[in-house]
């Protein structure tokens, strides 16, 4: 079945750093992947999101390309915000007519951004 | 828009007990999916509902079940509880056009 493995953590980073969170995928055929964030206390929030191979989603400064080659979705952030702190996960989405709706999310990853 | 509003917030049950949690989608969105969070499990899905009725079901254990209404608001209802459904319960909206969740702020369930 569907799968999505994300990078060990936590992490903790200065404010500034660069960030990068790895999240690979198995899935068939050509699902869309996302990215969504949950600050404490809170439910997630979309971050952003790919539909096919080769895209790039962005948001907040924040990226990350759909590679199909390497089934891969990783999150990067130029310079890094103590707001940043938050718990990150990658998903995926399987399309397929008249049913769907599934996501299949990784374990999550802690980031916490020291002023 | 509005967004996903989820109630109660949070609820203390003890075992035995049962317990209804309300989700209401964004305007317009006909699906409603349900999940639940566990520091052990993760977000795992619970089951999806378009045009009442129920499209898809995770591997949950009977005592989880759901329903939605004719204006897309949607239940779940879990049935003699026990200590491990403790949980934060998320209720997602999808966009048709797109196939994208959003997520409500959950229902925090502690059970006792």
């Known amino acids: 079945g569907d799968s999505v493995t994300q990078m060990e953590g936590p992490v903790t980073l200065s404010e500034e750093a660069f960030l990068t969170i790895n999240c690979t995928y198995t899935?068939?055929?050509?699902?869309?992947l996302f990215w969504y964030v949950q600050y404490p206390g809170e439910g997630l929030q979309l971050l952003l999101k790919?539909?096919?191979?080769?895209d790039k989603g962005s948001n907040k400064g924040f990226e990350a390309t759909y590679r199909k080659e390497t089934t891969s979705f990783h999150l990067e952030k130029g310079s890094v915000q103590v707001s940043d702190s938050a718990v990150y996960f990658c998903?995926?989405?399987?399309?397929?007519?008249?049913?769907?709706?599934?996501?299949?999310f990784g374990k999550g990853i802690t980031l916490s951004v020291r002023p | 828009k509005a967004g996903v509003t989820q109630t109660p917030r949070y609820l203390i049950k003890t075992r035995g007990q049962q317990v209804t949690l309300s989700c209401s989608p964004i305007?317009?969105?006909?699906?409603v999916s349900w999940y639940q969070q566990t520091p052990g499990q993760g977000l795992q899905f619970l089951f999806e509902?378009?045009?009442?009725?129920?499209?898809n079901k995770g591997n949950f254990p009977g005592r989880f079940s759901g329903r939605q209404f004719s204006n897309s608001r949607s239940e779940m209802n879990v049935s003699t509880l026990e200590l491990g459904d403790s949980a934060l319960y998320l209720c997602?909206?999808?966009?048709?056009?797109?196939?994208?969740?959003?997520f409500g702020p959950g229902t925090r369930l502690t059970v006792l």
């Open positions: 997602a909206s999808t966009e048709g056009r797109t196939d994208t969740q959003y």
């Open positions: 899935a068939t055929g050509y699902p869309s």
């Open positions: 790919a539909t096919k191979a080769d």
């Open positions: 998903a995926l989405l399987q399309s397929f007519t008249g049913a769907n709706s599934k996501l299949t």
């Open positions: 305007s317009g969105h006909r699906s």
């Open positions: 509902y378009f045009s009442e009725t129920q499209r």
